[in-house]
């Protein structure tokens, strides 16, 4: 019989005023940190570690740019890497740490998705499309996520992090009723399952009101439990609970000349829509899963990402590569071209 693992990082931090404990919290790790930061991030809120020296991330994480940050960073002899910002300039921090084979702390500034959790280093190419997935031996040692710079960050952001969020209890129960494997290789374990639910409870409950403490730039008890569920519960969520169609959808909408430049939860948040439409889970109302995306001004059709009077090409250029994704295996009915378009098809016919 397969194992059930879970895996997770080695401690997690979050809170207002958390940043202020990074020093101590690194110290342990090693002498030697190097920091990896987003640029826009590093501008707005300064360098993490005021003795640290700090490569700037060059915008999209490709393998040349794992090899030119990894490069630097063992010029300067780090022993640990702190990696600061977005989803991808903390995957370039990963394959930073994955290269040299040194210690990871994160320091995520936005909640726009679930990489600071993970083993996951998604790469791209210089298009912005997916080309494939790395992993860390291990998950991160410490994520530090400070609340007070989540909530000056663009709302967008946050919207994007409820939407990558939402996905989990419908991908992990259908890896798991399909008898699928999550990230470590073993079956689903409860505890996944239950984290999973959890996000989507929680986003449900409390992700229009951490949307208005996004806008006030002012930490709430709503924005910490989102921040919490779309940080820690979606990143534990996925990994040991499994993927499916909704994150393979990403595949394909990436493909697609006009949808490579959506933010990385937008895509998912209609990923979970087509997924919806496709297996139909019993009690799930498509039509009020997207009225709350909606709520939270996530994309509920290919026109909100620009793709006007989407025709059967442009079906089939998103369907190719999102079956072509491991996920896709991790449905209860096996995919086609036909019946993702068709599920598509459902999804923007929705008032």
Do not use: W
């Amino acid at each position: 019989m397969t194992l059930r693992i879970l895996g997770a990082p080695r401690r997690y931090i979050q809170g207002p005023g958390a940043l202020a404990d990074l020093p101590a919290i690194v110290a342990p790790l090693g002498g030697r940190p190097v920091v990896v930061a987003d640029p826009v991030a590093l501008d707005r809120e300064g360098p993490p570690l005021a003795e640290a020296p700090v490569l700037r991330f060059g915008g999209e994480i490709t393998h040349a740019e794992i090899d030119r940050l990894s490069a630097e960073a063992r010029s300067l002899g780090a022993d640990v890497i702190v990696a600061m910002g977005g989803g991808k300039a903390i995957d370039a921090g990963k394959g930073v740490a994955k290269r040299i084979g040194c210690p990871l702390a994160v320091v995520p500034t936005v909640a726009s998705n679930d990489a600071p959790t993970s083993r996951l280093i998604v790469v791209y190419d210089d298009g912005h499309a997916i080309v494939g997935v790395d992993m860390l031996d291990g998950n991160p040692d410490v994520v530090l996520v400070d609340t007070d710079i989540i909530a000056r960050a663009p709302r967008r952001l946050l919207a994007a992090g409820i939407g990558d969020c939402m996905s989990k209890t419908f991908e992990a129960r259908a890896c798991a009723t399909a008898g699928g494997l999550n990230f470590f290789g073993g079956r689903t374990p409860i505890a996944a399952l239950a984290l999973a639910d959890a996000c989507y409870a929680t986003v449900r409950r409390d992700g229009v009101a951490a949307l208005a403490a996004c806008d006030r730039g002012s930490p709430d008890e709503a924005l910490e439990n989102v921040v919490e569920a779309a940080v820690l519960l979606s990143g534990l969520g996925f990994e040991s609970g499994g993927l499916s169609l909704a994150h393979s959808l990403t595949r394909g909408l990436t493909a697609h000349p006009e949808l490579a430049g959506a933010l990385h939860g937008e895509l998912v948040a209609y990923g979970t829509l087509v997924q919806i439409a496709h297996e139909r889970p019993a009690g799930v109302d498509l039509a009020d899963v997207a009225a709350f995306a909606r709520s939270c001004g996530l994309p509920c059709r290919l026109a909100d990402f620009g793709l006007v009077d989407p025709g059967a090409a442009d079906y089939l250029m998103i369907a190719r590569p999102t079956l072509a994704a491991p996920h896709m295996r991790h449905l209860t009915e096996p995919a086609t071209e036909a019946s993702i378009a068709d599920a598509m098809r459902r999804v923007e016919a929705q008032p």
